[in-house]
């Protein structure tokens, strides 16, 4: 009898903790092959993607191999470039060549995560850096680290500024969390530039609401803003960028600031391979699925994490929000509604109750939710790296990560530019499409 092939796309939270719990829970069953299709063949643990941003933890700390979690599944790495979700089959792009190839399920699960949305300001997405991947942290640390570079031999004020200010468009937990993490590392850096004073490092947050951190409790998110004030990064509320040009920036309350180095982290939507698939979505762009994750109509069809919208049954249907922490949960059940359909059972749906969330502010301060407790100050941050560092998976990389910050802690921060500005600069060209 031929085996039933279950295909899980996207090896990130989601999609591989739904092969992890497939490999515990099925591990007996010879009758049903799992493949994991993704484009990279590591895991990217992005809560710590900061620290990386902020020279504390190289590239390598952050990143764990996905053959090394996977015992009986197939890994397969390539860039899915179709999925057709009628006759659910994958179409990938094998690493080094053209070649293509398709692979055909009785299951298949879609975990393919988000990507930053501009919401069609095309002038600011050409300009702005983003964080999402380990190539935009890296990026973005060297072009800080090239900018201090230019600024020490820079003579003229206006260009001086615009190298020496950081614009964070976005106070949720990305923007707020990039901005300490940069303003550290700036300050740290420019003390082996002669001509330059850390005074002269700022560090602006901008958001269109009135308050940052919109998803904490009130008195938290206060308190940060507090802590961020205290450290000099400059907030601007209720503001948004109207226009964007390569060394300036200028708000919709007519403020101009001169700058080289924009994060865009103010919105997120699903990964744009759910563009092309034929079924309902939500209006950010994310699958809508049942409460059990599956794709209505399409039986053996599933969507989790990022990039789908899955009603929280204890939320009045409210979708539950992108966090790894769910993305984890949602892959256990799924993996388990998988199994069911496969014994003629049914499938059950995810209830799960978000645990909290920790928000780093920078020089060893935090501020923590954790159900109804509230933490804030260097308790709060010392929490969480003790619980990130029991969630990064593996003992070697545990052993890294606390190397890192240990080498962070006697020697100062990784503040070397290791791309070369030709790099940088050609990044950019491909993104104006000039490449
Ligand atoms: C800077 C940052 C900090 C964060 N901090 C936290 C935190 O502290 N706590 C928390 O709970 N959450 C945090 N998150 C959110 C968390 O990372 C996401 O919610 C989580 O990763 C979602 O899991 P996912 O499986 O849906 O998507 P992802 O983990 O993004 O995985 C998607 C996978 O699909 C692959 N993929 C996408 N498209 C294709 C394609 N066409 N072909 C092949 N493969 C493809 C990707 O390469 C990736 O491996 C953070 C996110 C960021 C960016």
């Not at 082996?192 to 901008?206: C, Q, S, W």
């Not at 100050?377 to 560092?389: D, E, H, M, Q, S």
């Amino acid at each position: 009898m031929a085996k039933k092939q279950i295909i899980i796309v996207g090896g990130g939270f989601g999609g591989l903790k739904v092969a992890q719990t497939l490999e515990k829970l099925a591990g007996v069953r010879d009758d049903i092959e799992v493949t994991l299709v993704s484009r990279d063949n590591f895991l990217l643990f992005t809560p710590f993607l900061t620290e990386t941003l902020g020279g504390m933890l190289d590239e390598g700390d952050v990143v764990s191999p996905l053959r090394a979690f996977l015992k009986k599944t197939r890994f397969v790495m390539g860039e899915v470039t179709t999925i057709d979700i009628k006759a659910k089959t994958v179409t990938y792009k094998r690493p080094l060549n053209d070649e293509m190839e398709t692979l055909q399920a009785d299951h298949l699960i879609l975990s393919l995560g988000s990507t930053s949305s501009f919401f069609g300001q095309t002038e600011i997405e050409k300009l702005a850096f983003t964080l999402k991947s380990l190539d935009d942290a890296s990026l973005l640390r060297n072009h800080l680290m090239a900018a201090l570079e230019q600024a020490n031999e820079e003579a003229d004020t206006t260009a001086r500024q615009a190298l020496l200010t950081v614009a964070v468009v976005g106070a949720g937990y990305t923007g707020v969390e990039a901005a300490g993490a940069m303003r550290d590392l700036m300050k740290h850096a420019s003390r082996a530039y002669p001509n330059i004073r850390p005074d002269e490092i700022r560090v602006i947050l901008i958001d269109m609401a009135e308050k940052i951190l919109p998803s904490i409790d009130p008195a938290l998110a206060n308190y940060a803003l507090r802590q961020l004030q205290k450290r000099g990064i400059e907030i601007r509320l209720g503001q948004k960028i109207e226009c964007a040009s390569e060394c300036a920036i200028t708000l919709s309350k007519g403020e101009v600031i001169p700058t080289r180095s924009l994060l865009w982290s103010a919105g997120v939507m699903p990964s744009p391979l759910t563009k092309t698939l034929e079924c309902a979505k939500d209006k950010r762009g994310a699958i809508l699925v049942e409460p059990t994750m599956a794709i209505k109509d399409l039986p053996g069809v599933w969507a989790m994490g990022d990039c789908a919208s899955i009603p929280n049954l204890l939320e009045e249907g409210r979708p539950y929000t992108g966090t790894a922490q769910n993305a984890e949960r949602e892959a256990k059940r799924l993996a388990r509604n998988v199994l069911a359909i496969l014994r003629g059972q049914e499938p059950k749906p995810f209830l799960f109750r978000s645990l909290g969330e920790f928000i780093v502010l920078g020089d060893h301060v935090a501020v923590a939710q954790i159900k109804w407790f509230k933490f804030s100050g260097f308790l709060a941050w010392f929490l969480w790296r003790t619980v990130y560092l029991v969630k990064i998976p593996h003992w070697g990389r545990k052993a890294r990560v606390v190397t890192g910050w240990t080498m962070d802690l006697l020697f100062g921060r990784a503040s070397v530019e290791a791309e070369t500005p030709r790099v940088l600069r050609s990044h950019f060209m491909e993104r104006r499409g000039e490449g």
